[in-house]
């Protein structure tokens, strides 16, 4: 019901930053928390961000916060996940996603594919 499409994903030197962006079909994805996730290879997917469906409540990963920014915008059917101060443990697939809003993958129903965030040292 909901289709999530990441971009903005590439290559950055460790300090850097990048802005990653989700875009949502439908007009349903303004009931949805969104949430982003990573998955370094060997890992299992990680909690990185959260923001709820008016995009007034956000929770943030300790290993993010102070660096990254969540942030949404119904009508335009978009979320972006802003990183700064890169780092390379970083370095994973990002993932969006829409469903209840919480710290954790287990309430989020709808995935993107992912794109790739590669920090160097």
């Known amino acids: 019901q909901v289709q999530l499409v990441e971009s903005g994903g590439g290559l950055v030197q460790a300090g850097g930053s990048l802005r990653l962006s989700c875009a949502a079909s439908g007009r349903t994805f303004r009931s949805y928390a969104m949430g982003w996730f990573r998955q370094a290879p060997g890992k299992e997917r990680e909690f990185v961000a959260a923001?709820?469906?008016?995009?007034?409540?956000?929770v943030y990963a300790d290993s993010v916060k102070g660096r990254f920014t969540i942030s949404r915008d119904n009508a335009e059917n978009a979320g972006w996940l802003q990183m700064n101060s890169l780092k390379p443990e970083d370095t994973a697939v990002y993932f969006c996603?829409?469903?209840?809003?919480?710290?954790?993958?287990?309430?989020?129903?709808?995935w993107g594919q992912g794109t790739q965030v590669t920090v160097s040292s």
């Open positions: 996603a829409a469903g209840r809003y919480s710290a954790t993958q287990n309430t989020y129903a709808y």
């Open positions: 923001v709820s469906w008016s995009g007034g409540t956000t």
